[in-house]
């Protein structure tokens, strides 16, 4: 369960990414954010995964508030953590079979688990025949799956959906979000972030819609309305 | 922990082999200030050997009256010895003395003619000291002026030699300096270029040091794979600097001591082969990690 209590990140006087954000996200739900672009969405994603701190307020993972987390522990927070972003963040000189197997090395994970995991992932995102390939040579579609699949590597809590549809077009679009609801469905708590009208009234599930900074709606099977 | 270290030096040498071109490039930087270290080494080995050859020229000639025991010159020279300073007593007998200026003097009749005429010797017995500097003359003088001595020498040649000697130990001294002085600046513009290349590589790296840390990799998981690469930079930079220095110093070594004789630069890379070889691999490893640590630090912060 993720809480954030009166949530408020001020960036300077005149740049009030957040103000008054009060949420419960439980486990295994499936919610979507939206609202345009600085309403706020990506600052409250980078307050969950810690690289930022909220001005004021608190965000708790089980009570346990993250802005607490010592430098020295938060690859542990990071790792209960699978984010997916626009730009997807591969490592270029990295095929997709290592982009995935480095976020299990970096978790100490040990090599029979990566050798059974990894194609296991690939193949879940369907992509068993373009291990080798490195990102350069996957199509955008391609590269969200790999991103995909690495962020479940760590068998995480919490999957975090950054926008990742916004560099891909329709049918890819909805690949990624058939995706995402199967892997809601395997039991991960899944955060989508994003401003497609589409996506979300396609999904009738909880949204949360953010205005300038504020929570002005959320509700279940919502729809984007602003 | 090992299964880590694997993984961590495979990733290093993976990411070395992948980007061929930046790792080139470092390698010939890291190569460059080596070969500038080394060289700037040599440069000074040279040096020291050249002010050694020159003071190896001077030295000053202690004359002992005609009716000094040889005792008693004996005994001044073992106290001499004893001097820091000293770095060799020659002594020459009255006999030694007449032996030498006969065979210099063979060909003039007149002189040999009149040498004869005499009945006793008439050459004086002689210490030749050496100091260790040219500057440390001086103190060898003062030793002789003391009260005992005064009595069985009748001249020292130091005051006739002073002003050359002077100038001499002046000269050494501000070669010695300011080839010091070169060489610290240069080797310091050497490690500056090659911390700047390094750094270029791992700022071209930051977006997947971000990455690598969004994914929950420790600050140790994502620096040690650069620091690898330093160390692998370090020692091929090494290796390609010395394959450089030897065919050079092969070439040069001759016309070097046809100049300056009495220095042998390639005899003394021969010799030095091993230490200056794991002094050049210490140097770049040093560098390419130091390089590294310094650079990668303020990418991590994320």
């Given at each position: ?226 | ?85 000293v770095r060799s007593v020659e002594y020459i007998s009255a006999k030694e003395a007449l032996k030498r200026f006969e065979d210099k003097h063979q060909d003039n009749q007149v002189l040999m003619q009149s040498l004869k005429e005499l009945d006793s010797n008439p050459l004086e017995a002689a210490l030749n000291v050496k100091a260790q500097t040219a500057s440390q003359y001086e103190t060898i003088v003062k030793f002789f002026n003391q009260g005992k001595y005064q009595e069985i020498i009748d001249k020292i040649n130091y005051l006739e030699n002073k002003a050359v000697i002077t100038r001499l130990s002046s000269i050494t001294k501000t070669i010695r300096q300011t080839g010091l002085i070169i ?120």
């Open positions: 369960m993720i809480k954030f209590k009166q949530i408020s990140k001020i960036y300077s006087s005149d740049c009030r990414a957040l103000e008054d954000i009060n949420l419960i996200i439980n486990e295994k739900e499936f919610v979507s954010v939206a609202g345009r672009s600085g309403a706020g969405k990506s600052t409250l994603i980078r307050l969950l995964i810690r690289e930022e701190l909220p001005t004021q307020g608190q965000v708790f993972w089980h009570n346990h508030d993250i802005s607490q987390i010592q430098d020295r522990d938060l690859p542990f927070w990071r790792r209960q953590i699978g984010m997916v972003f626009q730009d997807f963040q591969l490592l270029p000189y990295k095929t997709a079979y290592e982009n995935i197997a480095f976020a299990m090395e970096v978790g100490a994970r040990t090599n029979q688990d990566i050798e059974r995991d990894v194609p296991q992932l690939l193949k879940l995102v369907n992509l068993s025949e373009r291990a080798d390939h490195f990102p350069d040579q996957l199509s955008g579609g391609e590269k969200q799956r790999v991103a995909i699949a690495r962020a479940l590597a760590h068998r995480p809590k919490i999957l975090i959906a950054d926008e990742p549809t916004g560099n891909l077009d329709g049918l890819h679009t909805w690949e990624i979000i058939r995706l995402l609801i199967k892997i809601n469905e395997l039991g991960t708590t899944v955060i989508l972030a994003t401003h497609d009208r589409e996506i979300i009234n396609g999904l009738e599930r909880r949204v949360i819609i953010l205005e300038k900074g504020r929570v002005i709606r959320d509700e279940e099977g919502g729809r984007y309305i602003l | 922990m090992l299964t880590n270290l694997m993984r961590v030096i495979k990733s290093g040498c993976l990411s070395f082999w992948r980007n061929k071109w930046l790792s080139v490039a470092a390698i010939s930087m890291v190569s460059l200030a080596i070969f500038a270290i080394t060289s700037l080494l040599l440069v000074n080995v040279l040096i020291n050997s050249l002010i050694t050859n020159l003071e190896d020229k001077i030295d000053i000639s202690v004359y002992f009256h005609l009716d000094t025991p040889e005792e008693d010159i004996l005994e001044t020279r073992k106290e001499l010895v004893k001097l820091d300073e060489l610290i600046i240069l080797a310091i513009l050497a490690v500056v270029v090659t911390f700047n290349t390094i750094r270029l590589t791992i700022y071209s790296a930051r977006k997947e040091i971000k990455i690598m840390k969004l994914v929950g990799a420790s600050n140790w998981f994502v620096r040690s794979p650069f620091i690898i690469e330093g160390i692998i930079y370090g020692i091929i930079a090494a290796v390609i600097s010395l394959l450089i220095l030897h065919p050079l110093l092969w070439y040069l070594a001759p016309k070097i001591t046809a100049y300056l004789p009495g220095t042998d630069l390639y005899y003394f890379f021969q010799t030095n082969f091993l230490t200056l070889f794991f002094l050049q691999i210490a140097i770049g490893i040093a560098l390419g990690t130091i390089s590294s640590w310094v650079a990668i630090r303020r990418y991590l912060e994320v």
